[in-house]
T-cell receptor, first 114, second 111 residues
């Protein structure tokens, strides 16, 4: 079945540590996204990528980094510079070109900083 | 002002009721409109996807877009306890891959 796989589902991190969240899709979508979800704040865009080896900052990119070396993969690194990293992180993808393109989500990764 | 506004609720209804969920937006360039359902601790699941104005029906769900009023709605008929979730609206501009989300409305359908 086609879809988006995020791992790990739950992650605990000590302050000062970097952590990388994995996102893999087999939908053959060009565009991939990372969102952060906090209670009462909806979804906020961290980074997005429309093509391999290219990505753009979203609204809250500070303290995060990404790479897009393969079409299927878009890992997110939460660095120690991110001041409040505890959150629910969602990866998504869409067909990039043309006038169609719904957004499909993975199941999410919950990061807790201890 | 946020580009997309959505009442956070919570909205509590009895089983079998008709539910109306709404979003307003400010950008007249939005042309594609989506509704997602999100259960607790899960990723959002796409429910409905509509283009421009008009209605779209899928089973118990009807999505409605009124571009003149910049207002979209999702109606759920014969609501079930399994419909209890947070509902997110989302929208985008033609040929531009950035999506704008409402903050979500939490729905509770009581048996």
């Amino acid at each position: 079945d086609g879809g988006i796989t995020q791992s790990p589902k739950y992650l605990f991190r000590k302050e000062g540590q970097n952590v990388t969240l994995s996102c893999e899709q087999n939908l053959n979508h060009d565009a991939m996204y990372w969102y952060r979800q906090d209670p009462g704040q909806g979804l906020r865009l961290i980074y997005y990528s429309q093509i391999v080896n290219d990505f753009q900052k979203g609204d809250i990119a500070e303290g995060y980094s990404v790479s897009r070396e393969k079409k299927e993969s878009f890992p997110l690194t939460v660095t120690s510079a991110q001041k409040n990293p505890t959150a629910f992180y969602l990866c998504a993808s869409s067909i990039s070109t043309g006038n169609t393109g719904e957004l499909f989500f993975g199941e999410g990764s919950r990061l807790t900083v201890l | 002002q946020k580009e997309v506004e959505q009442d956070p609720g919570p909205l509590s209804v009895p089983e079998g009721a008709i539910v109306s969920l709404n979003c307003t937006y400010s950008n007249s360039a939005f042309q594609y409109f989506m509704w997602y359902r999100q259960y607790s601790r899960k990723g959002p699941e796409l429910l409905m996807y509509t283009y421009s104005s008009g209605n779209k029906e899928d089973g118990r769900f009807t999505a409605q877009v009124d571009k003149s009023s910049k207002y979209i709605s999702l109606f759920i008929r014969d609501s079930q306890p399994s419909d209890s979730a947070t509902y997110l609206c989302a929208m985008r501009v033609y040929n531009f891959n950035k999506f704008y989300f409402g903050s979500g409305t939490k729905l509770n359908v009581k048996p």
